[in-house]
């Protein structure tokens, strides 16, 4: 099966056909470094790495080129700068730093380009200019706004009519504004805000244009995929299109948006304990804290459990099971320790998921099917088996960014004490077993459940895991 994409913009199942296959790429909105990120920044990131690392095994890893930009200059950015009485850069450096810490115990892979937005003034007054040239903005008291009126399919990825957008938006009210409904491109700085030349006076980029000019600038376009957070539909993403159509020219074109990008995408909301994440219930959780309280895979497992364009429930169950999950995975690695794994690819079943719109859900099924050929050929002491299986499952898991750790590392959080007393009971069980005391192999085993402690027996003698 080839892979198969939901586009958010034609709103449908679509095969995935880059404009060049030799040069394949894909753009992803990322942090604005200001603060720890919350775990639902992190979905996005973990879902699209899901999606390069299939992209480079299927192209080839020097035929895929993943931009993901990082803002570092914004209001939010400035506030915190100037409570603290420093410079943005030492705000920015101190949070990207974090940012790329948390996603490194994430498995999350670096991006091919990061492009940052203090990098690219240039390219963005450009950009800006061109559009004007176009006439589809205009300068007014320092500031560059969008005309949307000048871009018939203003709407078209959000599925939303303009008279809809205006109601169910906060539209800044301004007196150079031709139309509220109109952005900004390019607005004057503050005096005490960071600022940059232009032809309509020092000031800073907006926003929406940041992403339009670095995606150009880095990946040229059309780009085959531009994805992000289902937040960012509109009013972002419905932003970024009108304005990189517009610069060249395109607007009133049948085929305008795929000028732009070809294939749009965007991962569900995620709540916690069924509420929105909001800093007045106070139920904001930091990806920050969460990497360090356990492991990151443990967080990612649980980031991908669903669906990636389904909505998320993030609570201390999820956790837990995806623990147990990985644990279940790591457990049969662990024990197939001594067979080497054959060099192989995933399984056909687990391929036909992942290659459905990244179907999570069904991969992970695949990994258990496979991890369940490990324990019936260790059982059965088919070493050939146990090598096919393992390479299958390595090779499987790798896609999905998991099983990244030493198995045995994995488990070496056991308490010692614990781990001595549960070895010296299975010798004894052993020996029990040897001599048909049945009695006394039964007691052992009763004590080993009350330690929590599941017991696989094989052709080379039993092995252990805790339950969950």
Known sequence: MALHIHDTLRREKRLFAPHDPNRVSLYVCGPTVYD????????????????????????????????????????????????????????????????????????????????????????????????????????????????????????????????????GARVEVAPYKKNPHDFVLWKPSKADEPSWPSPWGEGRPGWHIECSAMIEETLGLPIDIHGGGIDLVFPHHENEIAQGVCAHGHAHGDAAHDEYARYWMHNGFLTVDA?????????????????????????????????????????????????KNLDRLYGALHRAAGVEAADVEPPVEFMKSIEDDLNTPGAMAALFALSSDIERGMTA??????????GQLIAAASILGVLQANPAEWFSGVDEGLKAEVEDLLEQRAAARTAKNWAEADRIRDRLNELNVVVMDGPQGATWRMKG
């Open 275 to 323: 509420e929105k994440m909001s800093k007045s219930i106070g139920n904001v959780l930091l990806l920050h804290d969460l990497v360090q309280a356990m492991p990151g895979e443990v967080v990612r497992w649980a980031l991908l459990s669903a669906h990636y364009r389904q909505p998320l429930d993030w609570n201390q169950t999820l956790l837990e099971q995806s623990r």
């Open 381 to 390: 002491g088919d070493e050939g088996a146990v090598a096919t299986a393992k």
């Open 36 to 167: 720890y990120a919350h775990i639902g920044n992190a979905r996005p990131q973990v879902v699209f790495d899901v999606l390069v690392r299939l992209l480079r095994r299927t192209y080839g890893a020097d035929k895929v080129v993943y931009a993901r930009n990082v803002t570092d200059v914004d209001d939010k950015i400035n506030a915190k700068a100037a409570r603290e009485g420093v410079a943005i850069g030492e705000i920015t450096a101190r949070y990207e730093a974090a940012y790329l810490a948390d996603m490194g115990l994430l498995n999350v892979s670096p991006p091919d380009i990061a492009p940052h937005v203090t990098d690219y003034i240039e390219a963005i007054t450009k950009q800006i200019q061109a559009i004007i040239d176009a006439g589809c903005a205009y300068a007014a008291e320092g500031h560059v706004l969008f005309d949307v009126s000048s871009y018939p399919s203003y709407g078209a990825l959000s599925g939303r009519n303009l008279d809809d957008m205006i109601a």
